[in-house]
């Protein structure tokens, strides 16, 4: 592929891993085979051990092309990814997979570690909505679904979707769909409003046809809804950033944890950990992670003014591990010790044995900070954890979250004003200190350049990539979250 279909693939994985994470986006991946090394596919998306295969192709003189052109080009080599994918779902099966990750560094999938759920077949094309013909192949040899979209399609379906658990399920739904009523590519805005205007269901009786005007119906006459749901999955916003900020934990945040509690074999610590805590929160569904955020947030605000801990719990990923969400002043090791607590008591209390807790002092963006711990194997008939859990959580509450607020049935969770302007305030601090922040740093080296807020001195600062940066409003802020002085700045200053 040449220089543009590089950049194509480049955009398109940069854009994913906007809603989907860096650490769980790979590019290019490549497969060892009898000792020979290839490209697998063009980007790969992976989570729990489940893949999503991506093939792309772009048009490089489309502007001169007239409709039927961009017509015929499209099926020539709509015809040659679906063979393309197919193969790429047959040797991730077979084959050793290697990939240069930008947050995980080098990963090797083991031959058979990942399972391919959906091939996705992308295309250059922003014509009119064109047919797929039948002879064209709907699934692999090894029955995995073949999806036909265009770049804006898929991109477009991702932001609204927002999740890796999202896209999954809304891709298992489109998979139900007998072939001639596969949606016509360039088309795929119906059948996203389609989705979620009807309880995120496709049914596999539908034609073709019933996908027409769907968009058109959910962005008029029911556009206060989608507006709705859109405010309402700012919320979400809180617990995407604690995903992104949990691989980027395990130097700063191991030398608080208690001594007592390293020696408790229960508790996974180390860089493996924090990938595994990024991969079981990136489990929940955005309506999920939105009412997680509204809560937490109220919890914050309880924390701040109050000066106690307050926290709450829930079961998910299928009911198979319990989740913790605190917030508490003190010092971090204090608040280690507080979630270790509420976590361990959680576990019993729900009878599952694995979980995962993440708790913070408070939504301020200039002092954001995260803890994270993972529990496995904690016995909940230990009659001792059961006694010490008592009075730690209360019944279980059941709620039905919709798709959009109007469709929601919450039980015990806050939607009083307070939680709007909460909300507000934590985005503008956000939005103030990217504007303020000076120093910038690197994730992979862990350096903070130091001269950035005088001018800009450092010759390295132009070959950090914007997602590898972080920024830091003061110095002070960037040594404890474990940021050392870059060199080249330090030589700068001696110089002057």
């Given at each position: 592929?040449?220089?543009?279909?590089t950049q194509a693939e480049n955009f398109v994985a940069a854009m994913a891993a906007r809603?989907?994470?860096?650490?769980?986006?790979?590019?290019?991946?490549?497969?060892?085979?009898?000792?020979?090394?290839?490209?697998?596919?063009?980007?790969?998306?992976?989570?729990?051990?489940?893949?999503?295969?991506?093939?792309?192709?772009?048009?490089?003189?489309?502007?001169?092309?007239?409709?039927?052109?961009?017509?015929?080009?499209?099926?020539?080599?709509?015809?040659?990814?679906?063979?393309?994918?197919?193969?790429?779902?047959?040797?991730?099966?077979?084959?050793?997979?290697?990939?240069?990750?930008?947050?995980?560094?080098?990963?090797?999938?083991?031959?058979?570690?990942?399972?391919?759920?959906?091939?996705?077949?992308?295309?250059?094309?922003?014509?009119?909505?064109?047919?797929?013909?039948?002879?064209?192949?709907?699934?692999?040899?090894?029955?995995?679904?073949?999806?036909?979209?265009?770049?804006?399609?898929?991109?477009?379906?991702?932001?609204?979707?927002?999740?890796?658990?999202?896209?999954?399920?809304?891709?298992?739904?489109?998979?139900?769909?007998?072939?001639?009523?596969?949606?016509?590519?360039?088309?795929?805005?119906?059948?996203?409003?389609?989705?979620?205007?009807?309880?995120?269901?496709?049914?596999?009786?539908?034609?073709?046809?019933?996908?027409?005007?769907?968009?058109?119906?959910?962005?008029?006459?029911?556009?206060?809804?989608?507006?709705?749901?859109?405010?309402?999955?700012?919320?979400?916003?809180?617990?995407?950033?604690?995903?992104?900020?949990?691989?980027?934990?395990?130097?700063?945040?191991?030398?608080?944890?208690?001594?007592?509690?390293?020696?408790?074999?229960?508790?996974?610590?180390?860089?493996?950990?924090?990938?595994?805590?990024?991969?079981?929160?990136?489990?929940?569904?955005?309506?999920?992670?939105?009412?997680?955020?509204?809560?937490?947030?109220?919890?914050?605000?309880?924390?701040?003014?109050?000066?106690?801990?307050?926290?709450?719990?829930?079961?998910?990923?299928?009911?198979?591990?319990?989740?913790?969400?605190?917030?508490?002043?003190?010092?971090?090791?204090?608040?280690?010790?507080?979630?270790?607590?509420?976590?361990?008591?959680?576990?019993?209390?729900?009878?599952?044995?694995?979980?995962?807790?993440?708790?913070?002092?408070?939504?301020?963006?200039?002092?954001?900070?995260?803890?994270?711990?993972?529990?496995?194997?904690?016995?909940?008939?230990?009659?001792?954890?059961?006694?010490?859990?008592?009075?730690?959580?209360?019944?279980?509450?059941?709620?039905?979250?919709?798709?959009?607020?109007?469709?929601?049935?919450?039980?015990?969770?806050?939607?009083?004003?307070?939680?709007?302007?909460?909300?507000?305030?934590?985005?503008?601090?956000?939005?103030?200190?990217?504007?303020?922040?000076?120093?910038?740093?690197?994730?992979?080296?862990?350096?903070?350049?130091?001269?950035?807020?005088?001018?800009?001195?450092?010759?390295?600062?132009?070959?950090?990539?914007?997602?590898?940066?972080?920024?830091?409003?003061?110095?002070?802020?960037?040594?404890?979250?474990?940021?050392?002085?870059?060199?080249?700045?330090?030589?700068?200053?001696?110089?002057?």
């Open positions: 592929m040449g220089n543009l279909g809603h989907f994470f860096a650490d769980f986006v790979h590019v290019r991946p490549s497969l060892y085979r009898r000792r020979r090394q290839r490209e697998l596919c063009d980007v790969l998306v992976e989570l729990d051990g489940q893949a999503i295969v991506v093939q792309l192709k772009v048009q490089e003189d489309a502007g001169t092309r007239t409709d039927s052109q961009q017509a015929r080009w499209c099926l020539k080599r709509m015809k040659q990814l679906g063979r393309q994918a197919s193969g790429a779902v047959r040797c991730l099966r077979s084959f050793a997979v290697r990939t240069e990750n930008p947050i995980r560094g080098e990963v090797v999938f083991k031959p058979g570690s990942l399972t391919p759920v959906h091939a996705l077949v992308l295309l250059d094309y922003s014509r009119n909505a064109l047919a797929i013909p039948d002879g064209y192949p709907r699934r692999t040899k090894q029955m995995i679904p073949i999806h036909y979209l265009t770049v804006n399609d898929l991109l477009s379906v991702s932001n609204y979707l927002g999740s890796t658990p999202d896209l999954l399920d809304y891709l298992n739904q489109r998979a139900r769909l007998p072939a001639w009523a596969t949606p016509e590519l360039a088309s795929e805005f119906d059948v996203l409003a389609y989705y979620l205007g009807h309880k995120r269901e496709i049914s596999p009786t539908l034609s073709r046809s019933d996908f027409k005007g769907q968009w058109a119906l959910l962005t008029g006459p029911h556009r206060d809804k989608l507006i709705r749901r859109q405010k309402e999955d700012k919320y979400a916003l809180i617990v995407d950033r604690a995903i992104q900020e949990a691989h980027n934990e395990d130097t700063q945040m191991e030398q608080h944890i208690p001594a007592e509690l390293l020696e408790d074999s229960r508790l996974a610590h180390g860089s493996e950990s924090y990938v595994a805590i990024a991969r079981q929160l990136n489990k929940l569904l955005r309506v999920e992670r939105r009412e997680i955020g509204k809560e937490w947030l109220m919890k914050a605000l309880l924390a701040r003014k109050t000066g106690e801990s307050h926290y709450f719990g829930m079961i998910g990923d299928q009911g198979r591990c319990a989740y913790v969400f605190l917030a508490a002043s003190g010092t971090r090791e204090e608040r280690i010790k507080n979630l270790w607590n509420k976590l361990g008591a959680a576990m019993v209390t729900f009878s599952l044995d694995q979980g995962v807790g993440v708790s913070t002092c408070e939504f301020s963006a200039t002092e954001l900070c995260f803890e994270f711990l993972r529990l496995t194997g904690v016995d909940t008939n230990d009659p001792v954890l059961r006694e010490a859990s008592q009075g730690t959580f209360g019944p279980l509450q059941y709620s039905r979250v919709g798709e959009f607020p109007d469709d929601s049935q919450l039980t015990g969770l806050p939607t009083d004003k307070d939680v709007q302007d909460a909300l507000a305030e934590f985005e503008a601090e956000v939005k103030a200190y990217e504007i303020q922040a000076k120093y910038i740093a690197e994730r992979e080296t862990k350096v903070v350049h130091i001269n950035e807020p005088l001018q800009r001195r450092c010759a390295e600062i132009d070959n950090v990539d914007a997602q590898k940066r972080v920024l830091f409003y003061t110095l002070a802020a960037a040594h404890n979250a474990g940021y050392k002085d870059c060199p080249v700045c330090i030589l700068s200053q001696q110089d002057v």
